[in-house]
Each structure stands twice: as C-alpha cells, then as structure tokens.
C-alpha cells in the first residue's frame, strides 16, 4: 500500500498497545497529509493531551480546535465534554438536557454503563466527518485518530456494533451509520502500530484477528516502531565474538579506548546488538506472520523527548518508510532497518 | 530512601499491588517479586492479568483459567530453583468473566436467580465490559484469595489503567452501580405490579427515564431494568466488600503498592501520578522499580565522554579501527562499534537523567527505589526472573547520591 493510497481514506485510525508509538505516529501522519495539502483533523479520545508537546505548543490541546501546523487542526475528545454536546444535539430543550445531566440516574448510568463514552465520542468522529463548508465541500478531508491502547481501543471500535445490535430508537441508527462508516473501505482504514518487542507483537496480532473476526474494519499497513538499526554485516561473528574471546585484541582496543572499564562498555554494548538483533529479527518475522499486513518500520529515535524534532524525524521515516515499505507480508527483516535518526 | 524496604515487603506483607502505565513490565516485577518470597519461605500467589505468553508458560500458566496452579518443585529445580522449607509458589491469571460468574454463583440467594442472572442476554454481554468490572474483580479475588488463608502473599499485577485511580476507584463506581436505591429508582417505572415510585421524585424519574428512552429506546432499558432486578439480591454485598478490600489495602502492616516505571518520560509522569494518588488517599507505597534502565554502556565513564561529539566519535573509530587492523578486522565494523556505544550510551545517559528526580523522591520519602537494567532479551523463564532477584531485593547499593561510583558497583553487580 502507498502512502497515497492510505491518504484517499478520510478516517485514518491508528491502534496498538499503549507504549507502542501510536500517538507519535498520528501526529506524524496528519502532519504527512496536511503537506500534501490536505485539510486534516488530528483526534485523540480520553487521554491527557500528548499533541501540544509534539507541536511545540505550550497550552494542551483540548475541546476546542487548536491549529497544530499549516492545514492541521487537533482536538481532544473528553467524553465528559462530548456527552454534553451529544445531548444539546439530540435533546434540544435545555431544560430537559441539563436535568438529565445532573440526574444521579444518568451519572451512574454513564460512569459504569459499558461502552457509552465510547459510543459517544464515535459518534463525534462520525459528526465531525460529515461537517461541511458553506460551499458544500467536507470540512475536513481527512481525519487521524489515535485510538486508545488496545483493549480499550477494542472497545471503542467494537461499541458502534454492539450498540447497533443492542440499542433502539434513534440511538440504533446512529450507531449503525457509525459501524457502516468504520467498515466502509472506501472511507475508513485502521493501522496497527507495534514495537519489535514480544508483547506488543502479541497484541498487535490479537487486534489483527479481532478486526477480522469481529470489526471488520478495513485494515491499512503495520506500523513498526523502535526499529533498532541492525548491527553491520558480520559485526557479531568477527567482531563481537572476538572482543570477548581474544585478550591480545580486547587489549589493543582497551588502549585506544582508554582504559578496561570502557573495554567493557564497548563488549557490553556488542553483546547487547548481537543478542537483540537476532531476537528483533526473529519477532519481525513473527509479527508479519501473524499481521499480514505490508509493514512500515519506523527506526528507533534516539532522543526520543516525543517533542518537535522527534515529530519531525518520524514524519520524515514515514515517508521513507512507505517507500520501503515490504509489500507482501514475506518478512526480510533488518534488510531494510534504517538508520537511526541523528 | 530505604534500602531493605522490597526486601522487607517480600518478607513481612501479605499483599503487594503492582502499579503504573502499561507496558512497564508490572507483571515481570510482579512475577519476580513472587519468586523472591517464596524463596524465603513463604506461601506466595502471583496474580497476573493478560501475561506475555511465554512468561505465563514460565510460570505453569499454559492452562488459561481463574484457578491457581502451583509451580511443582520439579519445574522449580529444574530453572535451578530451590525453595525452602514452606515455600510455595503458585499462579494464576485473572479471567473478569469467570470470576463475575463465580461470584453470582456464590452469592445468589437461589438456583432461580442465579440461572435468570447468568442467562440474562444483557449479563452475558456487559459483565466482562462494565468499566470497571476488571478492576472490580481484580480486588473481589484479591479479598477472597487474602480471606481464604491459604497464602501468606498475594501478588497483585493491576490492569492498565487510562487514569491512575481507577484501580481503586473502580470498585466504589461499581458498587455504586448496583447501588439499590438508585437502581431501584431506575427499575419503578418499568415495574408491571405499578408499585413505581411516586411525588415529584418519581416525576423526574420519569422524565429523565422518557429523555433516555427516547435515544436508547425503552426496550433497551426495560432489559437493562429487569437485569439489574434480577441482581438485586446482590447488591448490599458488593459495597461491603469493597469497602472490606479498600480497608485491607490501606493497612500499613498488611498491604504495600509498589510503583513501576519504565524510563520512559511519559513512563514516569505516570507513575508520579500514581504515587500521588496513592499518597493522597493514604495508600502505603512501599516504593518504586524502574525497570529496563540502560546502563553499563560507559555512561559514567570521563574517558568515553568524547563519543557525545560526532567529530570525536569519527576520529575514536578511526582510532580504534587502526589498532584493530593487525587482527584482521575490518574498518567498517570497528566504526560500527564505536557508533553504537556512542548510541548506547547516550540512551543509558538519557535513563539516567528521566530517573533521577524519583530517586531522589524516593530517598526524599525514605521509599525503597530499585532499578533492574535492561536485558538484551525478554524475561520469559523462571531462571531469568530469579535472575531479577539481587537488583529487586537483593543487599541494597550504596547510596547512588554521591558520585558516580555506586552506580557503577551496582552494574558489576547486576551484571552477573
């Protein structure tokens, strides 16, 4: 899949275990789409904001619209805010919505009742979607989501379903144009994000097979984050292994280097390469198995302050990353691990 | 900072709750920390949600259920484990369902209710998903488990939480659900026999119930009602015991919560969010683990200060390329080791850095702090989670104040 391709869809939804680069990959993507000159809406549900520090912004970004970069727009969901807006939408008489609000029936109903933020905040996507300029034209071309980690993230997806099965009334259909959106290949994508680590790799093949089974939203690319930089062709057998076992050699570079303690940072550091790119490799391979999807690998930053620049590196290893990107799940893992961003 | 207070925890409590965001590692400390008090012996259960598989089949947990499974003394010996006289080691991985069914099974009043609850199409739906409910019965097995005596320590590895109180707050917000009055409320009007409430209390019932249905449909509630009916008989037990399991965890002697943080920013934001939660609702914190900390890459080493340079970086593998020459290496891959300690150690400086304000908390609070260094590979036997032991609880390293030398003593030590 091209970048291209994946920039046609008009909700863009990003889903993976918590830790695993989701939000960074997001706000990397919207940024991807908007200079290419789209009008893009960056979304997150239910969670401290984490866009303004990617931005350089000193205020969070809330429940208002906040320009992030030139055609980029985020806004946070809080579903406490939301459900407000959802009842002013539907009630209509404000005397009747505010008693609801404050009656202990619907807050107890709210707090504990399964998937109704959820719900509602799909909802506010599925709105946001479908508003438009005075001149027709859709408000937004595209819109990111940055889903919550991935149980809940399960939930949230799988709500507008369960609702469409569950609920009557004018609830049913809402929820049933949600779930026709979020299955509507011609609009909607859902990207797994993943780490080459063995839990992620668990849960980003346990969200695959319930997209599949149960979703049925349409799937895009595998995002692979922290890709560490494999280790040069040869390193670990003629190099590493010779560094542990030959003194004469240990102690040349001991000089060099100044001193055995700093020997033992260089063996420790070639030991450690040695071992975790194999077990990288091998988990690559597990993962594509398991996510037959074409995976985009995003190295490992180095200074990873998930402030500007490293929105910026990730961005630019997006691009990069498409145009590498392995078509067919067939893993060549470390083949093409790129650099580590500077 | 205390030094012996994990040592201590492993020792003397009977529950130990593992916190902090998710993907930190809670259930690998959690799983360590077992193993490190059964080694003392003690009876020990580890509790654990959702493992990574091949840590679960280290522990004997290949069997997905509720139930415990003790780790036989063969497999133990057979990781080179020996635990003493009394000491056991069990697990088991908590299933939300089995234990919400278990629970009605146990609680319902008779067969009739406990059939029309557990055949309730809106039962079998929302039980596992009720916000909460995993937290819920996290706390309902931890109760049970603590009551029944069998154990001298329960280990508790917390779900991921999207805000750091809903662990403990969770149950509170159920029991509230299922608080009568409200859910009797709820349930008047839908009552055949008319017995529903009336006045002006009623009379807003109505309405916000007319407003409700209007979007969810009637039908829907009228579902909703009869389940909550049917679950009636239950509810006065539910707040009674979580209140019961909030007042264990609060007991000093009794429970400790132990914060677990990768190095990670956003990690640690995290678990000094829990922290003070915990703090703030009177929680006993035992301390923090920071877990998959880089070091032993030379991170305080003067000597290999000058890799931080680019320029410098160049010049030292060219240095070293030149001495390794005679040795038959090429000068390629003595560049490549060279730009990657300059890369190691600079994560291991950035670990250092992002960790130092809660070391200094903790030693501020006199709280244990251990740091386990990060392995090359994932923990997924019993051998390498004894492996944690010595960082977790083991003799305490010196004071990591001063200077830079009893960090470094800690690496030696971790590093065997």
């Known amino acids: 899949m091209r970048l291209e391709d994946l920039l046609a869809r008009r909700l863009l939804i990003q889903g993976g275990k918590g830790g695993s680069g989701r939000t960074t990959l997001s706000a990397a993507l919207g940024l991807v789409a908007a200079r290419r000159g789209r009008r893009v809406l960056l979304v997150e549900v239910d969670t401290p904001d984490r866009f303004a520090a990617l931005f350089g912004l000193a205020a969070p970004v809330g429940y208002e619209l906040c320009p992030l970069a030139e055609g980029l727009w985020g806004l946070n969901l809080d579903p406490d805010q939301v459900v407000v807006d959802f009842f002013r939408t539907h009630v209509r008489v404000r005397a009747v919505y505010q008693q609801i609000l404050r009656s202990r029936l619907w807050r107890t109903f709210y707090e504990a009742g399964p998937g109704l933020r959820e719900l509602i905040c799909l909802g506010k996507v599925w709105r946001l979607l479908g508003e438009r300029e005075p001149d027709g034209r859709p408000r937004w071309d595209t819109i990111v989501l940055d889903a919550p980690a991935t149980g809940h993230g399960l939930a949230i997806l799988g709500i507008a379903d369960v609702a469409a099965q569950t609920l009557f009334g004018p609830m049913r259909s809402h929820a049933e144009a949600i779930r026709d959106l979020l299955r509507d290949p011609a609009a909607t994508v859902l990207n797994i994000c993943a780490l080459p680590e063995e839990m992620p790799v668990n849960e980003a093949a346990e969200l695959y097979a319930a997209v599949r089974e149960r979703l049925q939203i349409p799937l895009g690319v595998c995002f692979v984050n922290g890709v560490l930089p494999a280790p040069a062709p040869g390193f670990c057998e003629h190099l590493a292994a010779r560094l542990e076992q030959d003194p004469s050699l240990g102690s040349a570079a001991a000089a060099v280097l100044g001193g055995p303690a700093a020997l033992d940072a260089l063996r420790a550091c070639a030991r450690w390469r040695c071992a975790r790119a194999s077990l990288q490799q091998a988990l690559l391979q597990e993962l594509a198995a398991r996510v037959p999807l074409p995976q985009v690998r995003v190295p490992y930053l180095l200074d990873a302050d998930f402030d500007r620049r490293s929105l910026e590196a990730v961005a630019a290893a997006l691009e990069r990353g498409f145009a590498e990107a392995m078509p067919a799940p067939r893993a060549t893992a470390g083949a093409a691990a790129p650099e580590a961003a500077p | ?416």
């Open chain 2, 1 to 416: 900072m205390n030094p012996t207070g994990l040592e201590q925890a492993c020792r003397e409590r009977a529950v130990l709750v593992l916190v902090g965001a998710g993907g930190v590692g809670k259930t690998t400390v959690a799983a360590a920390l077992a193993l490190a008090a059964a080694r003392r012996g003690r009876r020990v259960l580890v509790c654990t949600i959702d493992p990574a598989r091949r840590l679960a089949n280290a522990l004997g947990l290949d069997a997905f259920g509720s139930e415990e499974v003790p780790i036989e003394a063969e497999t133990l010996a057979a990781a080179g484990i020996a635990l003493p006289p009394g000491g056991s080691l069990s697990a088991m991985m908590l299933d939300t369902k089995r234990t919400f069914d278990r629970l009605i099974e146990r609680h319902a009043p008779d067969p009739q209710t406990r059939e029309r609850i557990l055949a309730n199409p809106i039962y079998q739906r929302v039980s596992s998903q009720l916000a909460g409910s995993q937290e819920y019965m996290a706390m309902e097995k931890l109760y049970e488990l603590h009551q029944s005596g069998r154990f001298d320590l329960v280990v508790l590895d917390t779900p991921p939480t999207r805000h750091a109180l809903d662990f403990l707050q969770a149950p509170e917000r159920l029991a509230r659900f299922f608080d009568t009055s409200v859910v009797r409320w709820f349930a008047a009007p839908f009552r055949r026999d008319g017995s529903g409430r009336r006045g002006i209390a009623g009379r807003i019932a109505e309405r916000v119930l007319a407003g409700l249905g209007g979007l969810f449909g009637g039908e829907l509630l009228q579902a909703l009602a009869e389940f909550l009916a049917a679950l009636e008989t239950l509810w006065g037990g539910f707040r009674e015991r979580a209140r019961h399991v909030r007042a264990l965890l609060g007991q000093h002697r009794t429970a400790a919560f132990i914060v677990v943080s990768s190095p990670a920013r956003h990690a640690i934001a995290e678990a000094y969010y829990f922290y003070r939660e915990l703090r703030a609702h009177r929680m006993p914190v035992a301390g923090f683990v920071a877990n998959r900390v880089r070091s032993g890459f030379g991170e305080q080493l003067p000597e290999l200060e000058r890799l931080a340079e680019q320029e410098q970086r160049r010049v030292l593998g060219a240095e070293l390329a030149a001495a390794l020459a005679p040795f038959g290496i090429e000068r390629r891959l003595a560049e490549d080791a060279v730009t990657a300690l300059g890369v190691f150690r600079a994560l291991a400086s950035a670990d250092r850095r992002n960790l130092a304000p809660l070391r200094a908390e903790a030693e501020a609070e006199r709280l244990a702090y251990r740091e386990l260094r990060a392995r090359a590979t994932d923990i997924h036997s019993l051998a390498g989670l004894a492996a944690l032991e010595p960082e977790l609880v083991g003799p305490a390293a010196p004071p990591p104040r001063a200077s830079a030398r009893p960090v470094e003593a800690g690496q030696r030590r971790g590093g065997g």
